[in-house]
């Protein structure tokens, strides 16, 4: 992973064994939640948790591939972009993920 | 005991089908003779035309196989026509002198064709249109002779005179009306049809009086000679001009007739042993002759026969198709018109259409259409249904679909919607949209359209729309969505493929699957993991892992989310009972969570809305009540009514019922939802009539129905069987739908998967095949047993990640 700019730092949120495979956790924080998701391979990225289309929470979607279902209408969300997949249209923020020694690191922005 | 015995005179449409329905609903009350002066068992008798067109062949015809009679235990004499009732012995005699004594006695003898008085009537090669034997003469004279003339220009002298035509006959049809058709049509629909069908070569004389039929020396017809002194050559003579009740048994057994038997609304004729069915028959004045009153018919006599004793038969409004291929006619009710009446006509005879709507006191009373008519149904619902149309009135004649009224197929409604037209109720897609994503976008398949525009992606009801726009849009390159269609973009395999892989090849996680069937994905996708999950759980029992992130949010979560991402909460309340504990802590619950609603659902029970996900699995906890899986493919209540307990009208504990079945039910996954009700007796409070299986409790039992649903398109749910007891509901119901788990694909209802394997399917699975039911119910039972409320054990840690949010509380992160 990139190392993050200046103005982020890297914070701790849990270890990847605390997601489920093929699902996600939620990171609560005032600013809006953010979903941390697993994918089979163990992979971890994390998107707001907020779809472009309107506003479902992504974390409580189906993950497979590298890709999520919002649960509310069924969009597919790319993890590794947080781009919403053709057809539609829209992209829900990113965040850098960094797992170490199975730990899992956020990179969020510093005011 | 001795079984009493019912006796059946005439194995015909109307009495063949009094049978059958009395075998449903009380399959071993009688036993059963049939006595048949056609030597052939019950055939459709309406298919006589396509025989005779050659169409069809007579053992495609055949309703009744002989094999069915001997199945049912009903002793059948054929080809022996019952000559004489003694109604104080109880007796029939038939011709050839068998005699056998009844209980009950079922007469349904048809009608006989009239026969013109003049003379020449018995001459040879002069018939009527009744029977395969008439059928079988005109087609073997066909074959020899080269003149035809048919005498009646009403349904059964066309479609005579059709195959005659066809069978390479030179036809003359003659007719004493001014136009042909004339108790069907209209003049001007009379006469549109005249052209066609003398475009297809036949001949027509009109007004026209036969006066007597020309013989040879041989004792052969020759010739029609009519009133005015024309003859017409004929080789063979088709008399179809009518047809009379055939009461003559009944009259020499002194029964009350009057053109008809005259029977009561129980379909009783004036001795009480005695019923009558069918267009032997006249009520309230009137003679039927078509198959659907009689059929309505048969239905409340079989009722009456079961001793059941509350259907009633008030008579029917009928509606009638002429069946000559390529010739679309449907007429309705009153639709000459009259006194008092308002037409509204759409008129082109150039196209060849022409269609009249009679309208009385703002309602529809008939129709009359020609060339199209494809709004037939619907007209024929508005007139039975006797709807007000004042809001309909201006668009009525441009049928349905400019009412907007969608129905689940699309028709040819998409051609005429315009572009601004919504299509897909749900998702709010509009025709022009979907065009234009087609245009644009190279779309050739639903699946496409559901992609790119979401039609349809919802409910599917608009499915058949937009199928229509594509084929619309596309012309030839449409390719009709297959009927068994892969899951999904992951794989090739349809439903029944990956059920029966996993059946078969005892496949029991979703990798198995995956790697068996080469999906294309290495998990799947949101749309076939579902899916496979439920193939897998209910295949392999106790044996397949339920994988939670195969399941949509509310299964894994146990609660249904709602559009602001929180969460419902609604516990069980079996048959819909509660108490004051329950209630108290439910206000409590209310209380301490700031529940923003709590409603009472639809399915009888309390429903807590906007509660957070991090509080679903206290509040659980607080309530102290399970899981009402109303979030689920599961079961979801069972609707009861008071019943017998504190209604005067009730005849069983429909309450107590209700709550064995949703004890037993309690935790079971399903393909879709599963809804049940029962009711205490048939006023049906309980709305039994649309639910998944419906239960309806008579003074002697319990008669169950299946494949109802109240949802997108409402489905009157259809009659299984009647059994005793409530151990039999258990077990009848619990045999249902467990071949429904086993069987239907993911996300069918029960009305889907009955239409997909039909109800007689259904009823030799679970009703006639005892010992199947037995073993349906077991694997039930067995793949419920020792399944946790799924709160509770969420309760006792289960999946707690799933609930627990992440705090960050790092000094450096942002408020
Ligand atoms: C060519 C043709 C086309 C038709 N097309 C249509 C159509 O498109 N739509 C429609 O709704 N209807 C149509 N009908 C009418 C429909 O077939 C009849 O309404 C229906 O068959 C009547 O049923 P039923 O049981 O009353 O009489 P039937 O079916 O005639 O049965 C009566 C039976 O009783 C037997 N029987 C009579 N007396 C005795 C006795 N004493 N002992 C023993 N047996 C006896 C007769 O032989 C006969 O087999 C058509 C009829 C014909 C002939
Ligand atoms: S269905 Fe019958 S028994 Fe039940 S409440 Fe209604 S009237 Fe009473
Ligand atoms: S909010 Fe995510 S698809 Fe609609």
Excluded at chain 1, 77 to 86: F, K, N, Q, V
Excluded at chain 2, 185 to 209: I, Y
Excluded at chain 2, 466 to 488: D, W
Aim: aromatic share 6%.
């Amino acid at each position: 992973m990139n190392a993050p700019l200046n103005t982020e730092q890297w914070l701790r949120v849990c270890t990847v064994e605390d997601i489920p495979r093929l699902g996600s956790r939620v990171v609560e924080r005032d600013a809006g939640n953010i979903a941390v998701f697993r994918t089979a391979s163990d992979s971890v990225f994390a998107l707001l948790d907020r779809c472009p289309h309107k506003a479902g929470p992504l974390s409580q979607g189906i993950v497979h591939g590298e890709t999520v279902t919002c649960p509310l209408h069924s969009w597919n969300i790319d993890l590794t972009s947080g781009e919403a997949r053709a057809p539609d249209v829209g992209c829900a923020r990113r965040y850098p993920v960094r797992v170490e020694n199975g730990e899992v690191f956020l990179a969020l922005a510093s005011p | 005991m001795k079984k009493p015995k019912l006796v059946v005179v005439g194995n015909g449409m109307a009495g063949i089908r009094t049978v059958e329905e009395l075998l449903t609903l009380a399959p071993d009350l009688y036993e059963i003779t049939v006595f048949g002066a056609e030597p052939h068992p019950n055939y459709n008798r309406i298919l006589l035309s396509p025989v005779l067109a050659g169409e069809q062949e007579f053992k495609d015809i055949v309703l009744n196989p002989l094999s069915w009679y001997a199945e049912n235990g009903i002793r059948l004499h054929l080809g022996k026509s019952v000559a004489r009732i003694d109604r104080h012995r109880r007796t029939v005699v038939a011709n050839d002198g068998t005699e056998e004594p009844y209980d009950r006695l079922l007469l349904a003898t048809g009608s006989m064709p009239f026969i013109l008085p003049v003379p020449g009537k018995d001459l040879k090669g002069v018939i009527s249109y009744r029977d395969i034997y008439d059928t079988e003469t005109m087609i073997a004279t066909a074959k020899a002779k080269k003149h035809a003339v048919v005498i009646g220009g009403g349904l059964l002298g066309l479609e005579a005179a059709n195959g005659l035509k066809i069978r390479g006959m030179d036809v003359t049809v003659v007719h004493l009306g001014e136009w042909l058709l004339d108790k069907q049509l209209d003049v001007t629909a009379g006469q549109l049809l005249q052209t066609s069908l003398e475009e297809r070569g036949l001949s027509f004389l009109l007004q026209k009086q036969t006066a007597e039929l020309v013989g040879n020396d041989a004792g052969e017809v020759t010739a029609v000679r009519f009133k005015d002194g024309d003859e017409v050559a004929a080789d063979l003579v088709v008399m179809a001009v009518g047809i009379r009740p055939n009461t003559a048994l009944a009259e020499s057994a002194g029964l009350h007739c009057n053109r008809g038997i005259v029977v009561s609304d129980a379909l009783q004729t004036f001795d009480p042993r005695i019923y009558a069915v069918g267009e032997c028959v006249s009520h309230r004045g009137v003679a039927y002759g078509l198959v659907a009153p009689l059929f309505e018919q048969a239905k409340v006599c079989a009722n009456h026969l079961a001793q059941l004793g509350i259907g009633q038969y008030k008579g029917s409004v009928l509606s009638t198709k002429l069946k000559v291929t390529g010739i679309d006619l449907f007429s309705a009710g009153d639709f000459m018109g009259g006194e008092g009446t308002e037409d509204i006509v759409l008129s082109d005879p150039a196209g060849g259409v022409y269609k009249k709507l009679v309208i009385k006191d703002d309602q529809l009373v008939g129709a009359c259409l020609y060339g199209d008519t494809a709004d037939g149904a619907w007209y024929f619902k508005l007139l039975r249904e006797g709807r007000k149309i004042a809001d309909l009135r201006d668009h009525i004649m441009f049928g349905e679909s400019a009412i907007g009224d969608a129905g689940v197929q699309g028709q040819s409604r998409a051609g005429a919607m315009q572009d601004s037209d919504e299509v897909c109720g749900c998702n709010g897609v509009c025709k022009g949209t979907i065009v234009k994503a087609i245009k644009e976008k190279g779309l050739f398949t639903v699946d496409d359209v559901k992609k790119h525009t979401k039609a349809a992606s919802s409910c599917g009801s608009c499915t058949g729309l937009v199928e229509q726009i594509l084929m619309n849009t596309l012309g030839s390159s449409f390719q009709e969505t297959p009927k068994t269609k892969a899951v999904c973009g992951c794989t090739d395999h349809n439903h029944g493929e990956v059920r029966k892989a996993i059946r078969e090849h005892h496949l029991t996680s979703h990798k198995a699957v995956y790697d068996f069937l080469e999906w294309r994905t290495p998990n799947g996708c949101a749309t076939c993991r579902p899916a496979v999950n439920y193939y897998l759980i209910s295949t392999w029992p106790k044996e397949a892992v339920d994988d939670p992130q195969s399941r949509f949010v509310n299964e894994r979560v146990h609660a249904n989310i709602q559009k602001d991402g929180t969460f419902s909460v609604i516990p069980q309340m079996k048959g819909g009972v509660t108490n004051s504990s329950e209630l108290r802590r439910i206000a409590d619950v209310a209380d301490k969570y700031h529940v923003p609603m709590v409603k009472v659902t639809g399915g009888q029970r309390i429903d807590l809305l906007g509660v957070k996900k991090e509080d679903l699995v206290s509040v659980w906890k607080d309530l102290g009540m399970q899981s009402g899986h109303a979030y689920g493919k599961s079961i979801r209540t069972v609707k009861t009514c008071v019943g017998s307990e504190f209604c005067r009208f009730g005849t069983q504990n429909s309450t107590q019922m209700g709550i064995d079945l949703e004890t037993m039910l309690a935790n079971m996954w399903s393909p879709h939802k599963v809804k049940l009700a029962v009711s205490g007796c048939p006023r049906n409070c309980a709305e039994s009539g649309i639910k998944d299986v419906g239960v309806i409790a008579v003074d002697s039992g319990w008669e169950l129905y299946v494949g109802g649903n109240g949802g997108i398109k409402t489905e009157v749910a259809q009659f299984l069987c009647k059994v005793k007891t409530g151990d039999e509901v258990k077990e009848y119901t619990g045999a249902f739908l467990q071949l429904y788990r086993e069987e239907a694909y993911y996300l069918d209802r029960t009305v889907h998967y009955i239409a997909r394997v039909g109800l007689d399917y259904i009823k030799q699975k679970v009703v006639d095949d005892a010992a199947n039911r037995k073993a349906l119910y077991e694997r039930l039972l067995y793949s419920l047993e020792g399944l946790p409320d799924p709160w509770a054990a969420r309760i006792a840690g289960v999946q707690k990640n799933e609930y627990i949010p992440i705090r960050l509380v790092t000094a450096g992160e942002p408020a």
